[in-house]
């Protein structure tokens, strides 16, 4: 598992005026930004996230999702600046949950289930290091995170994929991404998805 995407080009500063956003959900009708009381939030990458925000805001127990940019060093960088590799920031879905309605376990499950974690700085045709694998979140998160990393990497193993390289790291600035990203795929039906992934089931 790779431990930090590490830039090696430098980096963009950006700016710091951030994103002027309309905060309500597009479907769930809440608001991307409030963590209700009782609630937990953790920011998962999973290659393109327009597909990837679409898988969790249908599952049980999620609160809202929104799409944006972390585990870089730009300050409120636009998708282009992500694009070009040197903001160091991966494109990640923010899901803030109710763990007494769906678990942390269950959903890394899906995050395992729906791309290729073994692919590095890419998924399928989406190259570049923005499309890495990635979970952001806290110590606690981060430890549960590296239990069904290692046990889906079992299973991985015995159908012949390689080493997972989802990076692992405590969640520091969430970006929000520009507004026509918030909930593309229900303002875009026939909009481009590349979640894809391996048809390995995660032993949870």
């Known amino acids: ?16 005026q951030a994103i002027q956003l309309d905060t309500e959900h597009a479907v769930l009708k809440t608001d991307m930004t409030e963590l209700p009381k009782g609630h937990s939030r953790i920011w998962l990458g999973l290659g393109c996230f327009w597909g990837a925000e679409r898988l969790f805001w249908q599952l049980p127990g999620v609160y809202s999702t929104a799409v944006g940019y972390a ?56 190259i570049g290091a923005q499309y890495r694998s990635a979970i952001y979140g806290d110590a606690q998160q981060l430890a549960e995170a590296e239990k069904v990393l290692a046990d889906y990497q079992s299973k991985l193993t015995a159908d012949g994929f390689g080493k997972i390289t989802t990076e692992l790291k405590l969640a520091s600035t969430f970006y929000y991404a520009e507004q026509y990203h918030q909930q593309y795929l229900h303002k875009n039906p026939n909009g481009y998805c590349g979640l894809k992934g391996t048809g390995v089931v995660c032993p949870i």
């Open 1 to 16: 598992m790779l431990n930090e995407y590490e830039l090696d080009q430098e980096a963009i500063v950006g700016r710091e």
């Open 71 to 126: 585990g870089g060093v730009t300050q409120n960088p636009s998708y282009e600046e992500v694009c070009s590799g040197a903001t160091g920031h991966a494109e990640v879905v923010q899901v803030i949950f109710d763990p007494s309605q769906i678990s942390l376990t269950a959903l890394l499950a899906q995050f395992c289930q729906a791309h290729d974690p073994t692919q590095g700085l890419r998924q399928g045709n989406d």
